[in-house]
């Protein structure tokens, strides 16, 4: 499996799952535009040399995707530099956890504008070139919690089943265009956004897992790598899974 | 019909459409004459807007279904 000669981005690229999918691209051999939030330009730079390491290309870009006009420079800018885009991976997301009862209009809003609203954003942009090429690779990252729910996540929950939704409309769209669409949905995966787990509840949820972990960023790479390549040519609207067997 | 708005149309139409440019008649229908696709007929209507540079709406985008249509269409907009 290779990905020498293509070229992909990847939106929340500077750390966690993200910053592993730019890395397991670079080093089947593709280019890659590392999104990255305003603030996290070190991050993003730092990637960016590790990924020369390796003996491909990391292209540090900033913009917040949840802004229509900042996702659409990111697909431009990210054509202009690397001369083409074949797989667009929509990993960027955020948290902001409540029970229902408590939470505040913007902890809706802010979650469903970058998790939901940022895939459509960069996924119209980017549509609009690939319909042109005739190919492209679009991979959403859901998870576990929008197939299942989770408590103190409903909005959460709801942008990433909502992804899903996206995904299938998408694949049926674009498909007669040779554009595969996607989706990721991981579990439990240790990265900046489940490290901050209270103890008890990491436990409450090992329980659940078969495979008796959580998971790494690398095993979610490993799959979107799976999935930008010719290998999985004739996959899309699919939502796979990797939580390590996980049973809410 | 001004010729010269129609022979853009023409080029874009074939090139999107890929079909020959002789194919390409003030009357055919973009579907059932060219082939056309919904899918097709967005890209087609974003080619328009890009090259004549106008805005096209959907509802108005509904009323294009020939070649004739658009040039017409495009004529009215750009006086």
């Known amino acids: 499996m290779d990905l020498k000669g293509k070229s992909a981005i990847v939106t929340g690229g500077s750390r966690g799952i993200g910053r592993a999918i730019c890395l397991k691209l670079a080093k089947l051999g593709a280019d890659v535009a590392i999104n990255y939030y305003p603030g996290l330009k070190e991050e993003a730079e730092e990637l960016k040399k ?152 990491r436990e409450k949820i090992l329980k659940q897992i078969p495979l008796g972990r959580f998971g790494l960023p690398k095993d979610v790479a490993s799959l979107v790598a799976f999935l930008a390549s010719d290998e999985a040519s004739y996959i899309t609207g699919e939502v796979i899974s990797v939580n390590g067997g996980i049973i809410l | 019909m001004d010729e010269r708005i129609f022979e853009k149309v023409k080029k874009i139409v074939s090139t999107q459409l890929s079909v020959a440019e002789d194919e390409v008649k003030k009357d055919s229908s973009f579907v059932d004459d060219l082939g056309a696709d919904s899918l097709d007929l967005v890209e087609l209507i974003m080619a328009l807007e890009e090259e004549f540079a106008i805005q096209i709406s959907d509802e108005e985008a509904q009323g294009i279904r020939t070649v004739g249509e658009a040039v017409d269409f495009i004529e009215q907009k750009m006086v």
Request: charged share 25%; proline share 2%.
């Open chain 1, 50 to 201: 590790e990924i020369e390491k390796i003996g491909s290309r990391g292209y540090p870009i900033e913009a917040d995707i949840s802004k229509m006009d900042e996702a659409k420079k990111l697909i431009e800018q990210a054509v202009a530099t690397m001369g083409k885009v074949d797989i667009l991976v929509n990993n960027a997301g955020i948290t902001r956890d409540s029970l229902i009862l408590r939470m505040s209009e913007d902890d809706w809003e802010s979650v469903l504008a970058v998790n939901l609203k940022g895939v459509f954003n960069c996924s119209q942009a980017v549509a609009k070139y690939m319909v042109k090429e005739r190919k492209g690779v679009i991979i959403n990252i859901s998870s576990v919690v929008g197939l299942r729910g989770n408590i103190g996540q409903a909005n959460y929950a709801a942008s990433k089943a909502g992804v899903i939704g996206f995904t299938k409309s998408l694949a049926k769209e674009l498909g007669s265009r040779g554009i595969r669409v996607n989706a990721v949905a991981p579990g439990f995966i240790e990265t900046g956004m489940t490290q901050g787990f209270p103890q008890e509840y």
